[in-house]
Antibody
């Protein structure tokens, strides 16, 4: 069974750094792109970027490039989303999702990680 | 970026009703479109891809159509479990944008 399990909710202060994770199981992790999607409180979905764990090839939404970093460690089947310096506006739920093979849609999703940034 | 506009943004319908949601793209995207359903507090779930191909396990009352700039998601007979917010996503060019969502309420 394909599963993506994300790390627990986080409460951080502005200016702090943060790294959240997404662990895949039930499939060959290195052979499928993993994407990240942001959902701000009460809002819609925003595609942030995507990484191929096999070789760490990464594509970013220009709106998020420089604000976050996407990485992956295929040896432990885990993808990451990292912020060097959080802002209050980063408060959101962040989902990881697996991109279907040879396509662009997301066929499996993690449960989401709520990140709250507040002083 | 390719913009996707969904309409309506909210709809309330009764069990058994036929429901149609529209997604319009700011430029042609062929049939490179997916639909997702999101229930409150849950992750989105893939319903349809390539505009009209039903994802495995999705009930056949869901159907999709369209190409180019106009697409529709239809629920032929609305069921109580179909409440939630529906999103379209274009799959043509990065960034892969989503529509603003259509919230479906069961009367």
């Amino acid at each position: 069974e394909v599963q993506l399990v994300q790390s627990a909710a986080e409460v951080q202060k502005p200016g702090e750094s943060l790294k959240i994770s997404c662990k895949g199981s039930g499939y060959s992790f290195g052979n499928y792109w993993i994407g990240w999607v942001r959902q701000m409180p009460g809002k819609g979905l925003e595609w942030m970027g995507i990484i191929y764990p096999g070789d760490s090839d990464t594509r970013y939404n220009p709106s998020f490039k420089g604000q976050v970093a996407i990485s992956a460690d295929k040896s432990i089947s885990t993808a990451y989303l990292q912020w060097p310096s959080l802002k209050a506006s980063d408060t959101a739920i962040y989902y990881c999702a697996r991109r279907a093979i040879s396509s662009e849609w997301f066929d499996f999703w993690g449960q989401g990680t709520l990140v709250t940034v507040s002083s | 970026d390719i913009q996707l506009t969904q309409s309506p943004s909210f709809l309330s319908a009764s069990v058994g009703d036929r429901v149609t949601i529209t997604c319009r793209a700011s430029q042609g995207i062929s049939s490179h479109l997916a639909w997702y359903q999101q229930k409150p507090g849950k992750a989105p779930n893939l319903l349809m891809y390539a505009a009209s191909t039903l994802q495995s396990g999705v009930p056949s009352r869901f159907s999709g159509s369209g190409s180019g700039t106009e697409f529709t998601l239809t629920i032929s007979s609305l069921q109580p479990e179909d409440f939630g917010t529906y999103y379209c996503q274009q799959l043509t060019s990065y960034p892969l944008t989503f529509g603003g969502g259509t919230k479906v309420e069961i009367k």
